[in-house]
Nanobody, 129 residues
Framework: QVQLVESGGASVQAGGSLRLSCAAS????????MAWFRQAPGKERAFVSG???????????DYEDSVRGRFTISRDNTKDTVYLQMNILKPEDTAVYYC???????????????????WGQGTQVTVSS
């Protein structure tokens, strides 16, 4: 059973930065995907960024187009923790951000919410203009 604990959400002004963290525990698979999704009021949960890894392979990363170049996902493999560095934040980035995990290397399928078995509780990010 994988458990995810997110942290780092806050209220910031447009142009500011935040770093979200997602710590996973209980991982037993050598192949793993962790991703960030976000959900704004009245909207569906949407992919933001993800990373997957397998033994002997390099990390595979992906980003949603609107955050590419502003957000960076990274992994501390010693702690099974994934970070989302968010720069040049915009009001439209306001949402609850959720961490998701799946014990498989999803690659392009990482954008699909239905592929994930494990979810965090969410952390609020509010960007004011």
């Amino acid at each position: 059973q994988v458990q995810l604990v997110e942290s780092g959400g806050a209220s910031v002004q447009a142009g500011g930065s935040l770093r979200l963290s997602c710590a996973a525990s209980g991982r037993t698979s050598n192949s793993f995907t962790m991703a960030w999704f976000r959900q704004a009021p009245g909207k569906e949960r949407a992919f933001v960024s993800g990373i997957n890894w397998s033994a002997g392979s390099t990390n595979y990363l992906d980003y949603e187009d609107s955050v590419r170049g502003r957000f960076t996902i990274s992994r501390d493999n010693t702690k099974d923790t994934v970070y989302l560095q968010m720069n040049i934040l915009k009001p439209e980035d306001t949402a609850v951000y959720y961490c998701a995990a799946e014990p498989a290397a999803l690659y392009a399928a990482m954008k699909r919410t239905a592929k994930y078995e494990y979810w965090g509780q969410g952390t609020q990010v509010t960007v004011s203009s």
